[in-house]
């Protein structure tokens, strides 16, 4: 079930701050039904709708527009491997390439340009297939040393597994080659795989790419340890 809403309101410069006439919505889906099977439902909506109006004076004053809200049934499409590598290929990614080239006081440079383009192909890296765990979140990779206690709790990945074509657990992230792909976030993050101390460890991106970010600006590194 999809549920939609759209109030039909305009300011005087047409579309509001939030796009008040565009159409919201949010899916209810399966994972609810035990929710919805206890009993009566209760769906609420709200909306900011205009009082008044310089024309016409109201006393009291009577709320103008129309707010209107329905649900439908929708079936989402079923998302294969070869879709999802698809899909990834449209959307230019942010990327440590794309954030080398940001600079906060040159508001004139292209912020298209350097981002990470997918081209739909699956690159095999035997290093990474299997299980992994954090362990640690550090700035730079020598900076990791395994006898030497670090802060994993702020680490966006706490466990990942990673299958030989290309999948994760994740239905969101996607990987080839030395690239995890954040496909909700569209998001390009480099993977490093290191043995030391005869363990295995991947160091991947952690993310954080942005064009607030100082010129300079290199994005921590979530250290994983194979299970």
Do not use: C, H
């Amino acid at each position: 079930i999809y549920i939609n809403a759209k109030p039909l309101v305009e300011s005087k410069a047409g579309l509001g701050r939030r796009e008040g006439d565009t159409i919201r919505g949010g899916w209810v889906t399966p994972a609810f039904a035990d929710d919805f099977a206890k009993g009566p439902v209760t769906i609420a909506a709200i909306t900011f709708l205009r009082y008044g109006d310089r024309a016409i004076v109201q006393m009291p004053p009577v709320p103008q527009g129309i707010f209107s809200v329905w649900l439908e049934e929708r079936k989402l499409p079923s998302l294969d491997a070869a879709v999802l590598r698809k899909a990834a290929t449209f959307v230019p990614m942010l990327s440590a390439e794309w954030q080398d080239l940001q600079n906060p006081d040159n508001p004139s440079a292209d912020p298209e340009e350097g981002k990470f383009q997918y081209d739909g192909k699956f690159i095999a890296n035997p290093k990474i297939p299997g299980s992994w765990k954090a362990v640690g979140l550090v700035n730079a990779i020598e900076d990791f040393a395994p006898d030497k206690k670090t802060d994993f709790g702020r680490s966006p990945i706490k466990q990942v597994t990673f299958t030989d074509q290309g999948s994760t657990a994740s239905p969101n992230w996607i990987w080839s080659g030395d690239t995890l792909i954040d496909l909700e976030n569209s998001i390009a993050l480099k993977i490093t795989p290191q043995t030391i101390g005869g363990s295995d460890y991947l160091f991947i991106e952690s993310g954080g790419f942005s064009g607030k970010n100082k010129s300079g600006w290199v994005s921590p590194f979530m250290v994983m340890k194979r299970l």
